[in-house]
């Protein structure tokens, strides 16, 4: 299974842009890349995800490298209310796959 | 339309007691994700759960834990004979569609804790 990579925490001052990284090197052609964040005691919540093209929503923005060993969530200006951890995971399109997650990124904010 | 619910939100147990974990998936959604979120960790796949159907338990300890979908009702995660090591907080999630490249939808858990 593909795996990715993000770092373990970061931190963005308040109303200012935050750009989380992930790698996924072993991404396949048919891996969707999905983000979800979980804020403290809740359970994760669905950003973004995408494909190849860059994605954008009212949450987020989703840049993916051309060679989509690597994507970036954008949060174009973080509030207190994003502070969570961040999750970046790969989901195969076409029949079930099970979604695994890992530590993902502890975003602060500081205000 | 309400989100996934999940019940109880906090659960407590002794060992040796066992815990039942309820999950009410969206409307219309027939198919159920079980994960397990151990403190300062990632959350773990158990269980895939279409209606009356295990699809894929790869994720579940082989002993004590079992899970069902039935056709009315929520689905429910057990965990018999509970150990201390068994306390974590459990999602479910659950989507229209056998794939999860769309968006799953959580629950807020229940965090179980045995003493």
């Known amino acids: 299974d593909a795996k990715t990579t993000q770092p373990n925490s970061m931190e963005s001052n308040e109303e200012e842009p935050v750009h989380l990284p992930c790698n996924h090197s072993?991404?396949?052609?048919?891996?969707?890349i999905h983000w979800y964040r979980q804020l403290p005691s809740q359970g994760p919540e669905y950003v973004i995800h995408?494909?190849?093209s860059n994605v954008n929503n009212r949450m987020a923005s989703l840049a993916i490298a051309e060679d989509r060993k690597s994507s970036t969530l954008i949060l174009h200006r973080a509030t207190l209310r994003d502070a969570a951890v961040y999750y970046c995971?790969?989901?195969?399109?076409?029949?079930?796959?099970?979604?695994?997650f890992g530590i993902g990124t502890k975003l602060q904010v500081i205000p | 339309n309400a989100g996934v619910m999940q019940n109880p939100r906090h659960l407590v147990r002794r060992r040796g007691q066992e815990a039942r974990l309820r999950c009410s998936p969206m409307k219309g959604h027939s198919h159920v994700y079980w994960y397990r979120q151990l403190p300062e960790e990632g959350l773990k796949f158990m269980v895939y759960l279409q209606k009356e159907n295990i699809i894929d338990e790869s994720g579940m300890p082989k002993e004590r834990f079992s899970a069902e979908f039935p056709k009315e009702g929520p689905s429910i995660l057990r965990i018999q004979q509970v150990v201390r090591g068994d306390s974590a907080a459990y999602f479910c999630a659950s989507s229209p569609w056998t794939e999860m490249n769309t968006e799953a939808f959580f629950g807020q858990g229940t965090r179980l804790t045995v003493v």
């Open positions: 995971i790969l989901s195969k399109s076409g029949g079930y796959q099970k979604v695994t």
């Open positions: 072993t991404i396949s052609g048919t891996d969707y």
């Open positions: 995408g494909l190849t």
